[in-house]
């Protein structure tokens, strides 16, 4: 999976997406890496598509996360991308996902449940 942590180097906040699954949730955009992608292919693609986000290329990888099943066996790997300033698209294919602007402190709350998106944004330049 791939992950983007979108940031709005003007005013310091991140990009966070309403969550399809649990109302009044909000979640970094996400998705899968199709077997024909790299991880940084995958995550122009899901950017666009989950956030209406353009990105060129992306260059800076805020770390390759593991994640593993109760007895210990890796079940699926997270390459987690920052990204600065991009072009926000008025219409995209995910566009029942509200974006919303969070504070870095507001978007680590926001994922208080979900390990690796906290790990990734306590990671990030914003945390420095």
């Known amino acids: 999976a791939v992950g983007g942590i979108v940031i709005d180097t003007t005013n310091n906040k991140v990009l966070m997406l309403s969550s399809r699954k649990t109302?009044?949730?909000y979640r970094l955009p996400r998705g899968n890496c199709d077997k024909e992608?790299?991880?940084e292919q995958a995550v122009i693609r899901v950017l666009h598509d989950e956030a209406g986000v353009q990105v060129e290329s992306v260059c800076q990888r805020v770390g390759t996360?593991?994640?593993a099943n109760k007895k210990g066996k890796?079940?699926?790997h997270h390459w987690i991308y920052e990204i600065t300033n991009p072009t926000l698209l008025d219409s995209w294919p995910a566009l029942d996902r509200k974006r919303v602007w969070f504070t870095i402190e507001e978007a680590v709350a926001a994922s208080a449940d979900r390990n690796i998106a906290r790990l990734a944004l306590n990671?990030?330049?914003?945390s420095a």
Request: with cysteine; charged share 20%; glycine share 12%.
């Open 74 to 76: 890796i079940v699926g």
């Open 65 to 67: 996360y593991t994640e």
């Open 123 to 126: 990671n990030c330049s914003l």
């Open 23 to 25: 109302e009044g949730a």
């Open 37 to 39: 992608e790299t991880p």
